[in-house]
């Protein structure tokens, strides 16, 4: 569970545009209470139900974890294919590969250039861009110009201007949540110059202008993390939680964060000695769980995984109890969580290490450490493993989506 630097600014100089083996920002649903497992008979990935009986058969050779719109993506007969919560694949426009459904929409590519398809399969946006993002929050997706700059296209691929009719173009841009995106205008490091980053809205306004901040990131709720502009301070990283409109949310500094969740926490930390602790505060900046961490990861459904010394431990936030924990790690075994809760399970995995061997065990629990369904990853034939692309964390403004890991082989 690797950590980003604190208040880097996010932003699409290079963009990553990931295909069916590596996907980003994308959000599990709430509704589709299914779990991608193996199965060791069959050698093949299915589905399991919350009480670990098969919902759909393992006949897939990679499956991912199922997202909004009802659809994951797995890989029969050689070829990725969408399938519903019925296994049943759907028919599809031809593209060359496709990431899971966000906010609606899925980033695909054909003959090298990316656009949208909708929940018909449909381009919604056509295939023309070199650099495009998924689906935000706020109906919006981040492209590369042609002039290498960046701007936003709304759902109809419609390009946004600004107040005076002119696209909207950057020469950094991350991507719109809660109303808001981190933008540069200016990368030049010559002479030593600093860049500097600016919010703005849905219209193009900026919120909080250009000049003042060498670091800043969008953490969601209308609040940003934001590093002011100093030299001496160019390493450290240490910023302050400010709102949209440029006042200050909190008076304490931080050197890393991550967003807020739909629990509406994220996790902080700041610098002690060589190390970093971690705790959670609230959308008010309220400091709800002590930095005393030394990781942590975001809140999925009341529950968050965090690291006390050797030990990975799942946390009720709000209340700061500990529910279960995995295997101390030791120099032969090693025991980490894989996933946030999802409706109720959250997926555990062991390493354990032996003259050289390795062997490895996933569990599906339940937020009591009950195993759901469990298997073991077979390194002679590298089936049964199930590790996480990424960590994708999501909100909708009045359907609330889950932070979850997207899984694929």
């Keep these: 569970m690797k950590k980003n630097l604190f208040f880097s600014a996010l932003m699409l100089g290079a963009l990553v545009l990931a295909g069916c083996n590596g996907t980003s920002d994308t959000p599990s649903t709430t509704t589709t209470k299914l779990w991608p497992a193996y199965n060791t008979s069959a050698e093949l990935y299915g589905y399991i139900d919350a009480k670990g009986k098969w ?6 050779t990679e499956a991912s974890s199922f997202f909004s719109a009802g659809y994951a993506i797995v890989k ?3 070829q990725n294919a969408f399938i519903d919560t019925k296994g049943a694949v759907q028919n599809c426009v031809s593209f060359d590969s496709a990431n899971p459904f966000l906010y609606g929409y899925s980033l695909a590519s054909l003959n090298g250039k990316y656009g949208l398809i909708n929940t018909k399969f449909e381009f919604a946006i056509q295939p023309v861009y070199s ?3 998924g689906m935000s929050s706020d109906g919006l997706v981040t492209y590369q110009a042609a002039s290498d700059k960046y701007g936003f296209l709304d759902k109809n691929g419609k390009v946004q201007l600004d107040k005076n009719g002119n696209p909207l173009y950057f020469e950094s841009a991350g991507i719109f949540r809660d109303g808001y995106c981190v933008v540069c205008s200016d990368l030049s490091r010559e002479d030593d110059r600093i860049p500097t980053y600016q919010l703005i809205n849905k219209k193009g306004e900026a919120t909080i202008s250009e000049g003042q901040y060498m670091y800043m990131q969008n953490l969601g709720l209308g609040i940003v993390g934001a590093v002011k502009k100093d030299k001496d301070a160019y390493y450290s990283r240490e910023g302050q939680l400010i709102k949209a409109d440029g006042t200050v ?3 304490k500094t931080y050197n890393d964060a991550g967003e807020f969740s739909a629990d509406k926490v994220a996790y902080v930390g700041k610098l002690e000695g060589d190390d970093i602790k971690y705790g959670y505060i609230d959308e008010k ?6 930095l005393i961490y030394d990781n942590a990861n975001v809140s999925s459904e009341g529950f968050a995984w965090v690291l006390d010394d050797k030990t990975w431990k799942l946390l009720e936030v709000k209340k700061g109890n500990i529910a279960f924990a995995c295997k101390e790690i030791t120099d032969n075994v090693y025991e980490r969580p894989l996933c946030g809760v ?3 399970l959250t997926l555990v995995g062991k390493a354990s290490y032996s003259d050289g061997d390795v062997s490895r065990e996933y569990r599906w629990v339940d937020t009591k450490g009950n195993t759901v369904f469990s298997w073991n ?3 002679d034939k590298y089936r049964g493993d199930l590790e996480p692309a990424a960590w994708a964390p999501a909100r909708k403004q009045n359907k609330i989506e889950i932070d979850e890991y997207v899984f694929l082989k």
């Design 55 to 60: 919902a759909i058969p393992a006949q897939f």
């Design 76 to 78: 029969i007969n050689g």
């Design 131 to 133: 650099g495009l993002t």
């Design 249 to 251: 949310l909190s008076s």
């Design 285 to 290: 900046g309220n400091e709800v769980v002590s």
């Design 342 to 344: 999802h409706n109720g």
């Design 377 to 379: 990853y077979d390194q």
